[in-house]
């Protein structure tokens, strides 16, 4: 049973470029979340997605950050019109149906800004 | 607004010594408190405490929470190089779905 896939694991991009990043969950979990992680802090809570439903993304800066969880494919979290400051680790999360917090994290994909 | 607060920030011990990171919270409506330990990658889960007074172990690792104090510690005992990491504290909340990270514990252990 893999476990929540993230990708890429590295991605570097420059001032104004979009950035996409890609999370499949656990097998058998529905419950995807995103969190940022910035140097010297700890995870920072981003979005709680369902599949084809945002159900919390009070954590989301309000402008050039958008998620989803399609019915077919993985979570997507995109960067729009990226700036130094995004760049940070984005770590994946999933949990099962049952909405448990104990949630699995995946590898994380770095996001460098240059 | 939901808060976590870990100490100390960082830490270094001698392989054998054991060590005790400190968590302390304040959420509404709490459900849960999580420990994870993140190396260079995925954090990875160690404990789940929903009760108070009792200990959660895992070899050399245990954690207990207080719900009155609301505080929870980890301790490890004869710790080893390969428990250096970071160690993550989280807190969920009874109607929500996110964990309210601290900003961790860096563990050094010296051989």
């Known amino acids: 049973n893999a476990g929540v896939m993230q990708n890429p694991r590295h991605l570097v991009r420059r001032r104004g470029q979009e950035a996409r990043l890609r999370c499949s969950p656990m097998?058998?979990?529905?419950?995807v979340y995103w969190y940022r992680q910035l140097p010297e802090e700890g995870l920072k809570f981003m979005v709680y997605?369902?599949?084809?439903?945002?159900?919390?993304e009070s954590g989301m800066p309000k402008e050039r950050f958008s998620a989803e969880f399609p019915k077919e494919g993985p979570s997507i979290l995109r960067i729009q019109q990226v700036v130094r400051g995004d760049s940070a680790a984005y770590f994946c999360?999933?949990?099962?149906?049952?909405?448990?917090?104990?949630?699995?994290f995946g590898q994380g994909t770095r996001l460098t800004v240059v | 607004e939901d808060k976590v607060v870990q100490s100390p920030l960082s830490l270094v011990v001698h392989e054998g010594d054991t060590v005790t990171l400190n968590c302390s919270y304040e959420?509404?409506?709490?459900?849960?408190l999580l420990w994870y330990k993140q190396e260079k990658k995925a954090p990875t889960f160690l404990f789940m405490l929903?009760?108070?007074?009792i200990e959660k172990k895992s070899g050399r690792l245990s954690s207990i929470l207080d719900k009155k104090e609301l505080f929870s510690i980890l301790n490890i005992t004869a710790t080893q190089t390969g428990d250096s990491a970071i160690y993550l504290c989280?807190?969920?909340?009874?109607?929500?779905?996110?964990?309210?990270f601290g900003a961790g514990t860096i563990l050094r252990v010296k051989s």
């Open positions: 999360a999933s949990s099962p149906l049952t909405g448990s917090p104990e949630a699995f």
């Open positions: 097998k058998g979990h529905s419950h």
């Open positions: 997605l369902q599949k084809e439903n945002i159900i919390d």
């Open positions: 959420v509404t409506n709490f459900r849960s």
């Open positions: 929903t009760s108070s007074g």
């Open positions: 989280a807190v969920e909340a009874l109607y929500g779905n996110k964990l309210v």
